[in-house]
């Protein structure tokens, strides 16, 4: 170690995983991910208690879930596993963290058994519900399992608490929250009660995933205005590939195409995860060359085209050939 290097301090780290777990919160997943990858060495995780250890492997996961990458995720949650045989808070972190890969895996069985599991090691534990809303995950699983009337009374006991406890934030999870366990008329409102909470907090995932499910709610409200339901989608469109995170984009997408309007161009960071050889293919797809006359141009298999078509769709969360020229522009 030079003369001027310092050591890292204790109170460094955890100042450091605060203002990333604060970014996540602000929807800055991108500048949250490279934070918590520096934290992440052993001579930085060594400083922290088993609680902020477990704090700091759940917000990458978080973020790696974000961003649809369940391969790095499923190993995070390998690492979560360790933690599971603790007790009280870093349990119950591990705990909620694997609900939430468990939702992502589509097992809500085991999401649900997760998050119950949140509530038993806290206890009577004076854990916010904006750090571990348990409640809210465990209403979701219910909903996936068709226990309704048990996700709306666990979602209305989150969202009395976290109207108790003041932060905006935690409010607008809450009314998203129980938004998804109602219909109709009553979910737009809540949707909309929600968005109205964040107007002086600057939480632009949650606001692009209410945006989603607002527009959602409207196309299939009979009467609505689908130019309201465009500019949502929009917006979290732009704000999805700013930050790469491909599922909420795919969902954005989805909609999109219920409405019969393209996806907008491609932003340049997912271009930029494509390989040389997917740009290639990519290009020559979005001109119209069939698959067989890609193969012949290039010098390769036709299965080793559709392959690479395959990894392009993903990447740019598009679902078919005809989506590709708007994704794409003029960025190719």
Partial sequence: MSEQEVPPDRDHVVARLDAATALIHEGAV???????????????????????????????????????????????????????????????????????????LGDPELALEHFLAVGEEVGDDPVGVEQLPWRAGAALALLRLSRGREAGELAEQHHALAAAEGSPYAVAVALRTLAATVAGDRRVELL?????????????????????????????????????????????????????????????R??????????????????????????????????????????????????????????IYRKLEIRSRKSLGPALGASV
């Avoid at 879930?65 to 979560?80: E, I, K, N, V, W």
């Avoid at 909470?197 to 600057?202: A, F, G, P």
């Avoid at 609505?224 to 790469?244: K, P, V």
């Fill in 30 to 104: 991108g500048d949250a991910l490279t934070v918590l990858n520096e934290l992440n060495e052993p001579g930085l995780t060594d400083l922290l208690d088993p609680a902020e250890r477990a704090l700091l492997v759940a917000a990458l996961l978080e973020c790696r879930l974000a961003r649809g990458d369940l391969a790095g995720s499923m190993a995070l949650g390998h690492t979560l596993g360790l933690f599971l045989e603790e007790q009280g808070l870093a349990a119950a972190i591990a705990h909620h963290a694997s609900g939430e890969l468990a939702s992502a």
């Fill in 254 to 311: 989805r909609l999109l195409d219920h409405l019969g309007e393209p996806p907008q161009q491609v932003d340049s960071a997912a271009m930029a995860s494509l390989t040389a050889a997917e740009r290639r293919v990519a290009a020559l797809a979005a001109d119209g060359l069939t698959n067989r006359q890609i193969a012949e141009q290039l010098l390769v298999s036709i299965k080793a085209v559709e392959w690479h078509l395959s990894n």
């Fill in 192 to 252: 909309l009660e929600a968005k109205a909470t964040l107007v002086e907090v600057r939480a632009e995932r949650l606001l692009a995933q209410i945006d989603t499910d607002l527009a959602g709610a409207l196309v299939l409200t009979q009467g609505a205005d689908h130019g309201e339901a465009l500019s949502l989608l929009r917006s979290a469109e732009n704000y999805a590939g700013r930050q790469e995170m491909w599922p909420l984009q795919g969902r954005v």
